[in-house]
């Protein structure tokens, strides 16, 4: 079974410049994530879909990143203008639908983000 | 809400011998309680997580992790390391209720295996 995918793996930008990630879930999975993990800090989760609607996007700075997901297959996340603290690792994770409380999140490999 | 400390930002160890990385959570609900591992440029891999009943789990490559509910910690152990378990290490916890999955992770610690 294939795992998440995410491109790209590496992006170096200028501040204030855009960038877009695309993240491919596992075959199935509605619940889709996007984390981001800054340098020395454990992943901060940005938002979440189910399917192809937001369940929670409360830590995402929306003047600057939107995503979405709008077959509720791919997503795409994208940062308008970049800043220089949005250096980071973006990860991207899928569960299975919710079914208990609990549903193991599949991590995908990331893409590390620079902002010059 | 909940927060996950993990006080080790660094453990160096000497390879075949034991290692333990501290997790301490806090939480005004009950918690699932995981523990995740992230090799250099990779996304994060499930080693273990702690659902209900025994609090010894057994996780892959060796690992093992004890809830402890009376001090709210969830240490991670090996009784012999080996070069390849040289990675960062991230606890995390999920509350039961209010949402599903959403996990608060730990700021992690990077276990350093060294022959």
């Known amino acids: 079974e294939a795992g998440v995918a995410q491109s790209p793996r590496y992006k170096i930008i200028e501040k204030r410049q855009s960038v877009a990630f695309w993240c491919n879930p596992i075959?199935?999975?509605?619940?889709l994530y996007w984390y981001q993990q800054i340098l020395g800090q454990g992943p901060k989760l940005l938002i979440q879909f189910q399917n192809n609607g937001v369940v929670d996007d409360s830590q995402l700075p929306k003047d600057r990143f939107s995503a979405e997901r709008l077959k509720g297959v791919d997503s795409t996340l994208k940062i308008q203008p970049a800043k220089l603290e949005d250096s980071a690792v973006y990860l991207c994770?899928?569960?299975?639908?919710?079914?208990?409380?609990?549903?193991?999140?599949?991590f995908g490999p990331g893409t590390r983000l620079t902002v010059l | 809400a909940q927060s996950v400390t993990q006080l080790d930002s660094q453990v160096p160890v000497f390879e075949e011998a034991p290692v333990e990385l501290r997790c301490n959570y806090s939480s005004s609900v009950s918690v699932y309680l995981f523990w995740y591992v992230q090799y250099p440029n990779q996304g994060l891999q499930l080693l273990l997580k702690y659902l209900s009943g025994s609090t010894l789990v057994k996780g892959i490559n060796g690992f093992e992790a004890e809830f402890n509910k009376s001090q709210t910690s969830f240490h991670l152990r090996k009784p012999s390391v080996h070069i390849s378990d040289t990675a960062e290490y991230f606890c995390?916890?999920?509350?039961?209720?209010?949402?599903?999955?959403?996990?608060?992770f730990g700021t992690g610690t990077q276990l350093k295996v060294e022959l």
């Open positions: 995390a916890v999920n509350p039961f209720t209010g949402g599903g999955n959403k996990l608060t």
């Open positions: 075959s199935g999975h509605a619940t």
């Open positions: 994770a899928s569960s299975p639908t919710r079914q208990r409380h609990y549903n193991e999140q599949f």
